[in-house]
């Protein structure tokens, strides 16, 4: 069966990724588009979400590929319109709304699926395979890049709601919660520039059930070498993921590396989920960006400008 989807936001994410991915895989057709300021040639275009519904056009699924201030509103509209429905990360403003996009899903039986692109990168599942039945001492993670290269004119991302640096390091959590133990947050602190909303840098510590130390460095101002990186110590050696998850190092020697690529596996799972009439709803690396802005500390940094 071919699932007719329909993107919706055409930013940057939905160029990179989705079309690609939607165009490699024979079991999607990329039926519409709804963006207020851009389409796709030969592909029927549409201003929002509500024109694309009042239209004559068939589609059966859709990617919300917007900032996420407005991913609940367009989702519901999806979901109560009968549309099985990808989130992309993080999956919404607040947990509250996912939980009723959740039930709201259940109830209309159709496909709700939270994306977390970064475990589909090619060495995460190499590294739970290589990190089972090990003891975990302590993690860092590094996840440092330069805003102004990877999402430039972004101006929600500084709004409240945008996340700010957690944009990028959510990716890094939605890793760390599906390669260790379960964790929580002990310390965290944001510094939040004084003409914005949204942290440009944080530093996290948390603890694993077990007791190891987890400790995470978020930064968006960072320039030349960008690290997407996580380092886990264990009695068995040291495992490094790094490349966003795409490298496995053990004991500083490259032992797994994929190719960079995220989204075919995704979409796989899409299709998979809808064929099964299933759905795959997990919050928990929002949940742990939630925790930070309840407990951590803000620290006032310099405007950004870009
Ligand atoms: P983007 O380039 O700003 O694109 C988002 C698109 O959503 C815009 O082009 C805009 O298209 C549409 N939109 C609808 N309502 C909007 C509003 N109120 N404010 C701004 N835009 C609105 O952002 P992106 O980088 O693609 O990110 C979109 C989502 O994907 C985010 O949740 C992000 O975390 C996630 N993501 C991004 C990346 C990345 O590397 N950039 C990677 C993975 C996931 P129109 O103006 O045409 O309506």
């Known amino acids: 069966m071919t699932i007719r989807i329909a993107i919706v936001g055409l930013g940057k994410?939905?160029?990179?990724?989705h079309l690609p991915a939607i165009e490699k895989d024979a079991r999607?057709?990329?039926?519409?588009v709804a963006s207020r300021s851009a389409g796709v040639d030969g592909v029927p275009h549409f201003t929002d979400l509500a024109e694309l519904l009042a239209s004559d056009v068939?589609?059966?699924?859709?990617?919300?590929?917007?900032?996420?201030?407005?991913?609940?509103?367009?989702a519901?509209?999806?979901i109560d319109a009968g549309k099985h429905v990808m989130l992309e990360k993080p999956p919404g403003a607040t947990l509250s709304e996912v939980e009723d996009l959740k039930a709201a899903a259940a109830a209309k039986g159709v496909t709700l699926q939270t994306t977390w692109h970064s475990r589909y990168a090619t060495a995460v599942a190499p590294a739970q395979t290589w990190l089972s039945g090990k003891t975990i001492k302590s993690v860092q993670i590094n996840w440092k890049?330069?805003?102004?290269?990877?999402?430039?004119?972004?101006?929600?991302?500084?709004?409240?709601?945008?996340?700010?640096?957690?944009?990028?390091g959510i990716n890094a959590l939605s890793i760390a919660t599906v390669v260790l133990p379960a964790f929580f947050l002990e310390k965290a602190t944001l510094h939040v520039p004084e003409n914005c909303q949204s942290p440009v840098e944080a530093q996290l510590t948390f603890r694993t059930v077990t007791g190891a130390p987890v400790k995470a460095d978020f930064d968006f101002l960072q320039t030349g070498?960008?690290?997407?990186?996580?380092?886990?110590?264990?009695?068995?050696?040291?495992?490094?993921?790094?490349?966003?998850?795409?490298?496995?190092?053990?004991?500083?020697?490259?032992?797994?590396e994929g190719p960079d690529e995220e989204y075919p596996g995704l979409y796989d799972a899409f299709a998979r989920l809808i064929a099964a009439g299933g759905s795959d709803v997990?919050?928990?690396?929002?949940?742990?960006?939630?925790?930070?802005?309840?407990?951590g500390e803000r620290v006032t940094a310099p405007a950004f400008v870009e």
């Open 13 to 17: 994410i939905a160029r990179d990724q």
């Open 28 to 32: 999607f057709e990329l039926a519409a």
């Open 58 to 74: 068939q589609f059966d699924a859709v990617a919300l590929c917007t900032p996420p201030q407005v991913r609940h509103t367009i």
């Open 76 to 78: 519901r509209q999806a």
């Open 145 to 168: 890049e330069d805003v102004r290269v990877w999402h430039p004119g972004q101006t929600w991302i500084w709004q409240a709601g945008g996340l700010g640096v957690f944009d990028p």
């Open 225 to 256: 070498e960008q690290s997407w990186d996580i380092i886990i110590d264990t009695d068995g050696g040291e495992l490094k993921l790094s490349h966003g998850g795409s490298r496995l190092w053990v004991d500083g020697v490259l032992a797994h």
């Open 282 to 295: 997990d919050v928990s690396p929002l949940r742990h960006v939630a925790d930070a802005f309840l407990l």
